[in-house]
């Protein structure tokens, strides 16, 4: 029997992926909005978040202060971005301990 991918899951993987990318997100305590001195309202550059619309699911990252965001995978399944963000940290975490195939 197979197991459904949750919304959780997908959210996980994602946070898997910031932590092996992400200094400032770290720093912000894993928060993609925050706010700065004044009250205004900013996102932290870098950061990867779970886009879910039109019953699909898209990794993107967030490119500017102003919340400006790019695609990273296409809109898919859940099933199918949680492969493709499992293959995404296989290539991070490979990356990081520099171990060569």
Known sequence: MQ???TKRDLQN???QINNLTGETFRQRKGQ???R?????????VGVYKLDIA???YQLVRIMNEGGGETDI?????AK????????MLYGLTNRK???TV
């Open 97 to 99: 301990n520099k171990v």
């Open 73 to 77: 995978s296409p809109r898919l399944s």
């Open 54 to 56: 039109n019953g699909g």
């Open 3 to 5: 197991t459904r991918t």
């Open 80 to 87: 199918e971005l949680k492969y493709f963000m499992h293959g």
């Open 36 to 44: 700065n001195e004044e009250g205004e309202l900013f996102s932290t």
């Open 13 to 15: 993987y994602v946070a």
């Open 32 to 34: 993609v909005w925050y």
